[in-house]
């Protein structure tokens, strides 16, 4: 069968899905045409109107470029026919054509199967961070103010000649340095668990002892 | 000094400052003078934190942000010591005694620095 250049629809042809002998509108009723050497497909989706009448409106013209890509030959024309109550879809072979088009091309080579270009990962390049130098002159500024600090203390005459050495006492101060030391090592890389259950412990023994002991130098002032 | 109408009328600017400075040495007891040096500290440890962080840019930011923090925490902890501490204060603090503000100013510490130290990454 030939196609003829102009506007073409099958009306002439046009087809009803009958059910026994009543007639029924489906899902998905399509029209596909295979190109029977590069076996590429084309679909148009055929339109029920309100008769139930199935058309597809193949405006050749427009459609040999957009939608055969100008690939003329030999076509064969497929009814598939797709719905919820059919146990399976139907493939009909309704025709095979021969179309001819005027500025026929060749079917354009099938790229996806070739390998793509190579992608080489960029890695995300470390931040700018400031010269060793001054991080290093900023570390012993940051230092400086705790010397000028002590010297400040001496000259108020800070001093810890009221020290007793009770149980208390030893246990206060020793449990600050074994925080302070907890706090180094966590700082050095030991996680947070592993912190927290050491700091409980000590943390406890720090807090009783700290109670004992500042309770007996309030006692000891309010009794002067 | 004898009170104010002998010194009026006051320089201003020279006077106020030594003025302030002469009462500050002679009435302020010994024990808040070593907090005020504590607090000096900390605040200059603070603002050559900041400098560093104007001039090399804020790259590890959580490290900046839990170093200046951890200087503002403390100068704040070491400014309640302060108060607490000051024996002019005794009336509104009536049932906290030195002691046991220095307790809370330890533990405090001791809280700051665990966040401080997980925070500076």
Not at chain 1, 97 to 117: G, M, Y
Not at chain 2, 15 to 20: E, G, T
Not at chain 2, 61 to 79: M, Y
């Amino acid at each position: 069968k030939q196609w003829y250049q102009r506007r073409v629809a099958i009306t002439a042809g046009d087809f009803s899905l009958a059910d026994g002998a009543e007639e029924v509108t489906l899902h998905q009723v399509f029209v596909r045409f295979t190109n029977t050497k590069t076996k590429q497909n084309v679909f148009f989706i055929a339109q029920a109107d309100l008769k139930k009448k199935y058309t597809i409106d193949l405006n050749f013209r427009s459609a040999a470029a957009k939608s055969f890509g100008s690939v003329g030959g030999q076509y064969s024309v497929d009814l598939i026919v797709g719905d919820a109550t059919l146990p399976q879809a139907m493939v009909i072979d309704v025709a095979t054509l021969n179309l001819e088009i005027p500025d026929s091309k060749e079917p354009a080579a099938d790229l996806s199967k070739q390998a793509k270009p190579e992608i080489t990962h960029l890695f995300r390049q470390p931040e700018k961070r400031p010269p060793q130098a001054i991080s290093a002159v900023f570390t012993g500024l940051v230092l400086l103010p705790a010397l000028v600090l002590l010297i400040m203390w001496a000259k108020l005459g800070a001093n810890i000649s009221n020290i007793q050495i009770s149980l208390s006492s030893i246990g206060f101060h020793g449990g600050l340095l074994a925080i302070i030391a907890i706090y180094v090592n966590f700082f050095l890389g030991v996680n947070m668990f592993t912190t927290v259950k050491c700091l409980a412990g000590v943390a406890v023994v720090t807090f009783l002892c700290g109670q004992r002991l500042l309770s007996s130098i309030a006692a000891a002032k309010k009794a002067k | 000094s004898s009170g104010i109408n002998a010194e009026w009328p006051l320089r201003p600017g020279v006077d106020v400052v030594s003025r302030l400075y002469n009462e500050y040495n002679t009435k302020t007891p010994q024990k808040l003078k070593i907090i005020d040096a504590y607090l000096g500290y900390i605040m200059i440890t603070g603002v050559i934190q900041f400098v560093y962080c104007c001039l090399v840019g804020t790259f590890p930011f959580n490290s900046f942000l839990s170093g200046f923090i951890s200087t503002v925490a403390s100068f704040v902890l070491g400014v309640c010591l302060r108060i607490q501490s000051n024996p002019q204060n005794t009336a509104v603090f009536k049932d906290i005694t030195v002691e046991r503000a220095f307790a809370d100013f330890i533990f405090a510490h001791c809280v700051l620095h665990l966040v401080v130290l997980n925070f500076i990454g």
